[in-house]
């Protein structure tokens, strides 16, 4: 009997198609914005996520100053060359530790020119950010004790100021010192934060210090611990090892800070699960108001067909067969607006996917999630609708014009 | 409150007794029907008539137990159908009553062959037997090669048939028709007429409602209403 009535339904549908589209258009945006916000949100988790993956396995993340609000931290101390031998020297389970110091630039090559960023620091820069090289060299003991201008660029600046040249070899000016391309990066794409990182240049940290920055600071810190190293152990002692050579003795506060990469991985991600949750809570609400978009034309729908009901009523159909046929058709509408709109909303995910550069997910945990909810919508505003259809005195129903 | 199968033989299959019907209360009321008695056998042909208000429809609706009286007794094949409640009529209804109406009511935008469908649709009758007999009645109102076409491709005469054909798919014992031919011109009317008499031949009890003596004619017995009662009621010559 349900499969007579579903096929009942479906004739009344066909027989007012438009009509019925424009009914289900409701369910359709708000399932088509369920599905788009959680598919991007969800695609956007990931691409953070695997993104603070690529920072480099184990990386703990050393600067100046205190996060968070009201703390200042350009007054604190800057870190310097013995603080990165002290660590290197004296910190167990600790993989490489990188230097970093960082200026916005020009580089200058021919009439090409281009604002890059200046990265002062050493080989084990490369190993804390999991950074191959897709030509050339990386800097040689004598350089970096030297400090001499050689440089490794990363894709993108190779790309505009070289285009399909060879850059090893050359020299590029750099605001007013001359560097020697001796290496070419891998292309890694964008961060997380949306800016280019191949859109960089490295120079050993003492040419930094020495020629661009005019004095011996090191800004940042970046500490790859062993693989099989507990990170919050290698923080401690990170933070034992900074007191102890900044002076800081009893319970004064750290001017320092120590963050471990996975920790802000894991609250960004938290981040924006929530946002990707609140936006389909947003979503939800919509599709609820698809709804009583669906009521209100069953109503009117209901009223339309009074004549057509009393003869049915009159040709044998029971109060509960009236009642299943309105409430199937209801439902069968709002599972077309939920398909359509999941199609609609998986397109739009996948165009702005693409457009964000984030991952495309399908999750079929919320498409199932989606198609219920149409459905139930169905059941909910259809109901009352359908027992109105199922209440109507025949005579009276007949007789309507 | 299971009507289906209760059947005395020796009862009338129709039975008025003093039934009277009210609409509205107090000073505005409408007595419609009043202490009317009437007796209709199984296998009659009878028609209905009388001027405007005089209570035709009221009486077809109680006889097809979408109404009931006000007081007096309505039984049907001896069962009180004033006791049953609103799923017991419409189980009465399905199992032995057919229905034309004068606007012929089919649904629209639905085949022919899909409006006769639907009374056994309703009764869980399986689709291929329900089109099997779904054809044999089109084909017995005489519009079999029209089986595919919707009411707006069919005349009102066509029309009509195809709502015959769906009040007798069913097998219903009586067929209740009111103004079958209302809105029908008089050639039409008469063939409409002829189907009727053919189908009381085979042995379906038909009450009619009609405005003209000569329809009314091609019955073998007409009531005549008045004011809600019964004025007169006269066995005809064609007894064929
Ligand atoms: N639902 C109703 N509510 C109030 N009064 C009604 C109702 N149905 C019928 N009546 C009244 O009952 C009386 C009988 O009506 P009925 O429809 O039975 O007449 P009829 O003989 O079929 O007339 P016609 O030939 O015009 O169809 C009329 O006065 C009518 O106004
Ligand atoms: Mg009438």
Redesign the interface.
Known sequence: MLLEAVKLALASIRRNALRSFLTVLGVVIGVGAVIAMVTIGNGTTAKVTADLAKLGSNLLFVAPGQFGPGRASSDAKPFNARDVEAMRSQLPDVRAVAPVAQRSVTAILGNESRLTVLTGTDDDFLITQDWGLAAGRSFLEGELRAGRAACIIGQTVRDKLFGHDDPLGTSLRVNNISCEVIGVLQAKGQSSFGTDQDDTILIPIRAFQRRIAGNSDISRIYVSAEDKADTAKVQANIERLLRERRGIVGDKEDDFSVRDMKQVVQTMAGTTAVLTGLLGAVAAVSLLVGGIGIMNIMLVSVTERTREIGIRLAIGALEGQVLTQFLVEAVVLSLFGGVIGILLGLGLAGLAARGLGVPFLIDPAIILTAFGFAALVGVIFGYFPARRAAMLDPIEALRHE | MKPVGIERPEAALIAFDGVSKVFGLGASSVRALDHVDLRIDQGEFVAIMGPSGSGKSTAM?II?C??VPTSGRYLFKGLDVGSLD??GR??L??RFL??V?QGF?L????SAL?NVE??L????IPADERRKRSLLALDRVGLKERASHAPSELSGGQQQRVAIA??IV?EPSVLLADEPTGNLDTRTSREIMDLLSDLNRQSITVVMVTHEPDMAACARRIIRFVDGHIESDNRTMETA
């Open positions: 609706n097809g979408l109404d609103r799923r419409a189980l209804r399905r057919g229905f109406f009511n649904i629209g935008r639905t899909e639907l009374p649709t309703y009764r869980g769906r009040a069913s």
